[in-house]
């Protein structure tokens, strides 16, 4: 476009103004109307001088008036229609707000029949089953015995999963933000796992960890699940090992909870963070597979991200980040 164009204007004049004088120079050869215009017919100020330069006639300057009312009434009606727009998109947010509100009722509903009327038959098959062993145990032979046991150990692994459900339907429901020291976590955690802490004999390498800004109850359930399955899923023939650490590159913490343990395929690692996902066989490895779910889920809570790198058969490290301006 002509320098004219370009050239910057009095603190006096004003938007229309502006306009009104490129118009002007437009129709006096000034200047052209260019490619740029064209295109960028959307652009408020290109819109209104191709706009402008439909209504002239032939004595310009006596037509500025109306045409400066014709741009006002412009104005007025894009800025009606920007108001229009932000109001859509206002009750758009309310209605999904209330459809949040609906889905969160139908969550607490779900939460008080699993709690309720899922777990009371299995209490029922569980009470019955100890009522079997205690009072005819010795009347059932080898086979009615096994299938007792099935029956039992069945009973107890649904009400591990309908505990498990309940605690992931859950997360985020209270998410209250804290200042929280990682290191008083993590000794948390470990007193929680004292028992397979001292049956495994594991070297755990916590180093400096921060105060961070989180969810104190999702943050323990993380270090909980990642610690864990840093035990559960061992090298029989190896010392379990467990280094935490931290690194900060300003804008997050990046932590990670690394093992010696058995690794895992690489075919593998996203799927391990679905809810119900197990990769191996119930009866070597207990659980509901709902862990690293959760983790997941609470990771992005505090808008952060959860990974895995791990060689198959070496060992595993799992990365989460933790955003500082929480």
């Known amino acids: 476009m002509a320098d004219y164009y370009h050239n910057p204007k009095t603190e006096k004049s004003t938007v229309l103004d502006e306009i009104w004088e490129h118009i002007l120079a437009i129709s006096k050869g000034k200047c052209n109307i260019t490619d740029e215009m064209i295109l960028n017919v959307r652009d408020e100020k290109y819109h209104f001088i191709l706009g402008g330069l439909q209504i002239l006639h032939e004595d310009l300057q006596a037509h500025k008036e109306d045409f400066v009312k014709k741009l006002e009434a412009e104005y007025k009606l894009e800025a009606l229609k920007k108001e229009s727009e932000e109001l859509a998109r206002k009750r758009e947010a309310e209605h999904q707000i209330e459809l949040l509100k609906k889905k969160n009722e139908e969550l607490a509903q779900f939460n008080y029949v699993a709690s309720h009327d899922l777990q009371e038959p299995l209490r029922t098959i569980t009470s019955f089953s100890d009522i079997l062993k205690r009072k005819y145990i010795e009347q059932l032979d080898a086979e009615a015995q096994m299938y007792l046991k099935f029956i039992s150990e069945s009973a107890n692994r649904m009400s591990g999963l309908i505990f498990d459900l309940l605690n992931y339907s ?107 996902q197990r990769l191996h066989n119930k009866d070597k490895y207990d659980g509901t597979g709902i862990g690293l779910a959760s983790c997941k889920k609470i990771i992005e809570m505090h808008q952060g991200k959860i990974w895995v790198e791990s060689e198959f058969g070496i060992g595993s490290k799992f990365y989460f980040s933790i955003p500082k301006n929480k």
């Open 170 to 276: 859950k997360i985020g429901r209270e998410y209250k933000l804290e200042k929280i020291d990682c290191k008083q976590i993590v000794d948390a955690v470990s007193r929680d796992l004292d028992y397979a802490i001292a049956k495994t004999k594991p070297i755990i390498d916590v180093g400096d960890l921060p105060i961070i800004n989180c969810n104190k109850t999702g943050m323990h359930q993380v270090f909980q699940n990642l610690i864990g399955n840093a035990l559960k899923f061992r090298k029989p023939e190896e010392t379990p090992k467990i280094e935490i650490n931290v690194s900060d590159n300003g804008k997050q913490y990046l932590f990670c909870v690394a093992d010696n343990g058995i690794g895992i395929e690489p075919m593998y690692k996203e799927r391990i963070f679905g809810i119900f």
